[in-house]
């Protein structure tokens, strides 16, 4: 059913804001990474773990919390991640030593999970086919502010507050959403539409998820590019600021213009969807994203031909690689979900416990080499890259990927209503 403008975009932002979790929690600390570890005295990889905690807890935090809100309902789950988010941030921000915050931080990742789990389930209650990939782009568009805005906020804050001050803003932050929903998101899975199975329907659902070729293709690409994505992630802030010798501000404004592009192809993706075919997309920014990393693995390696030129060379390869994600991810998503209605949060789930978990052990890999180089972070998301083209390929190759859209499909579907309170 059609929505009125007010009610979407009021949906559109608490959405947004929901997806906006992940980016926030791990981007605005990124300046202050080489602060940590002087402040406790570790190395790169040792601070590196406090980003692969918060993947690990966001990993395990959507397998347990989007079956729950299949048989719970969205909004019960929701507000209470909400809240132990607010709480877990405040914990963070007094954390003694590095150990501490990388327990909280998986705290941390576990409550915030809720939101990025319950926002994609929330979508498949309401949308279906072209209309929910549209509608996916459009999240992007507010939740694609939050890698712009997020580096540069949190480079900000450093030159007022010391790191700490990160994770109070990040508290007020879950506090203020989980006000929102109260108020203003309804149910959108209503009672004679919830999964009785309990774990053990959750589990059989798991099983028949993982033995789905088509669902494990998009996946496990989608996840390989992500996890690509989080190496540079992780390693971006020691390359920048420790090779190219760049300060917090510099880099945050780098990273969040890298972000730009994540942006961009998040509404060209929008635009074109209906048009052309969403595995089409797929495959074009899995291609354009082995481009990148391959094209920044050559950089790095012809280090000693770009002197003085480093770092304006591996900027736009960076910046491909990033923007990609953005005809990758709405794409992969909605292909992935696409077959599972009645069971959204358990799939949701599964995706991004695939996501993470690859995340979550590429992080601290990158700081193995040390902060002296940008090599290991380039090779890693090159061969992440070029893994993930091969696994879509492998997986969904001759599945009824050129399957003609149903009249269905290309119309929203709101068996529960707007969802908005």
């Given at each position: 059913?059609?929505?009125p ?13 929901l ?20 402040d ?13 905690a ?7 935090g959507?397998?347990?919390v989007g ?6 309902g969205?909004r ?16 963070c921000a ?5 150990w501490a915050?990388?327990?909280?931080r998986?705290?941390q ?12 389930a929330?979508?498949r209650?309401?949308?279906t ?12 568009l ?7 805005l997020?580096?540069i ?9 010391p ?9 007020l ?5 989980w006000?929102?929903i109260e108020?203003?998101?309804g149910e959108?899975?209503?009672a004679?539409?919830r ?13 028949t ?6 669902f ?12 690509a994505?989080?190496s540079?992630?992780?390693g ?9 010798g ?20 998040g ?5 074109l969807?209906?048009?052309?075919a969403p595995?089409?997309m797929?495959?074009?920014?899995l291609?354009a ?7 920044l ?13 480093g770092?304006?060379?591996i900027?736009?390869s ?15 998503t ?15 789930a599964l995706?991004?416990?695939l ?6 052990g ?47 499909e290309m119309?929203t ?9």
């Amino acid at each position: 059913m059609s929505q009125p403008n007010a009610s979407r975009l009021k949906l559109v932002l608490i959405l947004g804001a929901l997806g906006a979790f992940g980016p926030l929690s791990i981007d605005m600390y990124l300046p202050a990474l080489p602060a940590l570890t002087h402040d406790f005295g570790t190395g790169a990889s040792e601070v590196q773990l406090t980003l692969s905690a918060f993947f690990f807890g966001l990993a395990l935090g959507q397998a347990i919390v989007g079956p729950l809100s299949d048989a719970l309902g969205r909004r019960r789950p929701l507000l209470i991640g909400l809240g132990a988010y607010a709480l877990a941030s405040l914990l963070c921000a007094t954390a003694p030593n590095i150990w501490a915050l990388v327990g909280f931080r998986f705290v941390q990742g576990f409550a915030g999970a809720a939101g990025m789990v319950v926002s994609r389930a929330i979508v498949r209650d309401l949308y279906t086919g072209v209309a929910a990939a549209r509608f996916m782009s459009v999240l992007m568009l507010v939740g694609g502010l939050a890698p712009i805005l997020a580096p540069i906020l949190g480079g900000q804050l450093l030159q007022f507050s010391p790191w700490q001050g990160i994770f109070l803003f990040l508290a007020l932050f879950g506090g203020l959403l989980w006000v929102a929903i109260e108020r203003g998101l309804g149910e959108t899975l209503p009672a004679g539409r919830r999964q009785t199975e309990g774990l053990r329907g959750t589990l059989v659902t798991f099983r028949t998820l993982l033995t789905d070729r088509r669902f494990m293709g998009y996946a496990v690409a989608c996840g390989l590019a992500i996890a690509a994505m989080f190496s540079y992630i992780s390693g971006s802030s020691f390359v920048f600021q420790s090779v190219y010798g760049v300060s917090p501000q510099t880099f945050s404004f780098i990273f969040g213009g890298n972000a730009i592009g994540l942006l961009i192809m998040g509404q060209v993706n929008g635009r074109l969807v209906g048009r052309v075919a969403p595995i089409r997309m797929l495959t074009i920014g899995l291609c354009a994203a082995a481009v990148g990393g391959l094209t920044l693995l050559l950089v790095v390696l012809s280090g000693d031909l770009l002197q003085g030129v480093g770092l304006f060379a591996i900027v736009p390869s960076l910046f491909l690689v990033v923007a990609s994600l953005g005809l990758i991810m709405p794409n992969a998503t909605v292909l992935a979900l696409s077959g599972s209605p009645k069971t959204a949060g358990a799939a949701s789930a599964l995706l991004g416990v695939l996501q993470f978990s690859l995340g979550a052990g590429v992080a601290p890999i990158v700081g193995m080499g040390g902060a002296a180089t940008a090599l290991p972070m380039a090779l890693l998301i090159a061969v992440l890259e070029l893994c993930a083209l091969g696994a879509l390929a492998v997986l969904t190759f001759g599945i009824g990927l050129q399957r003609p859209l149903t009249p269905r499909e290309m119309t929203t579907t709101s068996p529960s209503g707007d969802g908005l309170g």
